[in-house]
């Protein structure tokens, strides 16, 4: 397995179901060419047994991309993984995370905080199996696990199992009582436990996620981890990790509609081969956050691009008040 430089993992996009694809990821790499970005969690089930290669299909321009498996079968999640590297991610991250009914009634998720030694055995089976890098995103504990000591424990069992990069999500999970929604924002964000990790484990690349929100923030956590992974704020206001490029890499600060502009050839090689645009245009509304125009181009966006027919002109329609301002 490759080591990989903790700097490559200043500044990382969450792994977000039914946000991050491919047309995403192309767009977020357009604002920050920098940034790691992550799929969608990908079950092992669904490319093992269910053949659907499919869920592996990115663009070049994505990179560095990693897949994010979800499952607890060492075999599986294996064979999974030699799928992912063999299409060309750059790193297999292993969800230890997501709490919703979904991953619990198959087992894996957030529920694996619980069975450590199985999430050691199954980074041990995809490391053996691949080259590139076998990473894990976990919270900082589940239902019970109110003590700093069951962390400890799990990071411990990752340690052994040969795991060099850990991203925490500075909050526990409810498996029961809350939804996945709720489960993103009741429970208590705790940074300072996600600090003394990475004080006690210094080997460890330690990358904290929740609820950073700005450029500001992402800097006091890169005082005292190695990396910060940004989730709503990066979809909802995605300028901001053009914000963070610039901050982080002194990378020019570009114009918003300069970066459409240099996805047009995407979207129209998306749209020839049957993709619709609302499919595309959905991950980038947000792209005027908090701009005057907002709105109005996201309304514009929102109504045009479900209509038969719906192409670029639409996107340069909602982009026409911003030129004439400019």
């Known amino acids: 397995m490759q080591p990989l430089d903790p700097s490559a993992f200043r500044l990382t996009v969450a792994p977000m179901m039914d946000w991050t694809d491919r047309h995403c990821r192309y767009f977020h790499r357009l604002l920050s060419p920098h940034a790691r970005l992550y799929t969608e969690m990908v079950t092992s089930a669904a490319l093992v047994r269910g053949g659907q290669l499919r869920l592996l299909e990115h663009s070049h321009e994505e990179h560095p991309v990693a897949l994010q498996l979800g499952g607890s079968d060492p075999v599986e999640l294996a064979q999974a993984a030699v799928l992912g590297a063999r299409a060309g991610y750059d790193e297999i991250n292993l969800n230890v995370g997501c709490p919703s009914d979904r991953v619990q009634s198959g087992k894996f998720g957030a529920c694996l905080m619980r069975e450590p030694a199985l999430v050691g055995d199954c980074v041990r089976a995809m490391a053996d199996v691949v080259d590139v890098p076998v990473t894990v995103k976990c919270r900082i504990g589940v239902d019970d ?182």
């Open 145 to 326: 696990q109110d003590e700093y000591a069951d962390l400890q424990r799990f990071t411990e069992t990752m340690v052994a199992a040969g795991v060099t990069i850990l991203v925490v999500h500075a909050r526990k999970a409810w498996l029961e009582g809350l939804s996945p929604k709720e489960n993103r924002e009741i429970p208590p964000l705790d940074y300072e436990r996600v600090y003394r990790l990475k004080r006690e484990f210094p080997q460890l690349t330690i990358v904290i996620n929740g609820g950073i929100t700005t450029v500001e923030a992402v800097r006091e956590h890169l005082a005292r981890v190695d990396g910060v992974m940004l989730g709503r704020a990066a979809y909802h206001d995605p300028f901001v990790l053009a914000r963070l490029e610039a901050d982080l890499w002194g990378t020019p600060l570009p114009e918003r509609a300069d970066v459409l502009e240099r996805m047009r050839i995407y979207i129209d090689a998306e749209l020839a081969r049957g993709t619709q645009l609302k499919h595309i245009t959905r991950h980038i509304l947000g792209l005027y956050q908090g701009e005057p125009g907002a709105r109005g181009f996201r309304r514009l966006l929102s109504e045009g691009a479900h209509l038969p027919g719906a192409d670029w002109s639409l996107i340069e329609s909602a982009l026409a008040p911003f030129r004439h301002a400019a």
